[in-house]
């Protein structure tokens, strides 16, 4: 399955240019060195369908810097300062090959002096973020670390940024006593923030489907993210 979905991808890129044809980031355009692990997502970010649940918060948000933590590539934290739903963005990503590859999808997508690039997420963080943002109101924090998000999400980070969203993929499964280390997440941020989980069990292909008409055996086996489990998201929005 994730052999078609790869070679159902480069098909994609190839007729698309290399650009995202639909949602809010349409017109973003991918550099060639932004597949290093593979392409089996790439249809379906082109369409405008990976983690789509998520692409809705964030083009809702009216944060105007985003705080990218695990960027990879820099599809979310170059794609969404490209298509105007941010300002301006800070990325964190531990690869330097990552770090390297986002560097160069901002510039060849214009906005190289809109985004900042930086390592550990879990070093100087604060200051660091402060750099571009000192007013955390401003910031809408997009993580996605494999588990880390444990460490970095303390009682003093979250209350640091109590004015700020966040958009956290979790990854309790990776961790141990994740899930009790979870609900203490939960409870903190309770005192400071309305908490939702965010649904990512539909998708609505509307766009695609005016573009590409494709039947069920062909269609769903697409829009899969090869994902082992179901994830979950945690959004929250500060009150007041």
Sequence with gaps: MRRFRNEFSLFVLEQSRGQVLCGPMKG??????AFWGGHSDTATKIFGLYEQQNLKVLSSSDKPVLVDIGAADGFWGVGLVAAGQFEKSVCFEVSA??????????????????VTVFGDALTDTVENIASVAPDPADIFFLIDIEGVEFRLLTEDFLTHFRRSEFLIELHPQMVEDG???LKAIEAFCAGYFDIAYVDGSVRDTSEMDEIIRLGDDFKWPILSEGRGFPMQWLHLVPRG
């Design 28 to 33: 973003f355009r991918f550099v060639e060195n």
């Design 97 to 114: 090959k990552g770090r390297d590859v986002i560097r160069e999808t901002a510039e060849h997508n214009g906005v190289g002096d809109r």
């Design 179 to 181: 899930d009790a280390k």
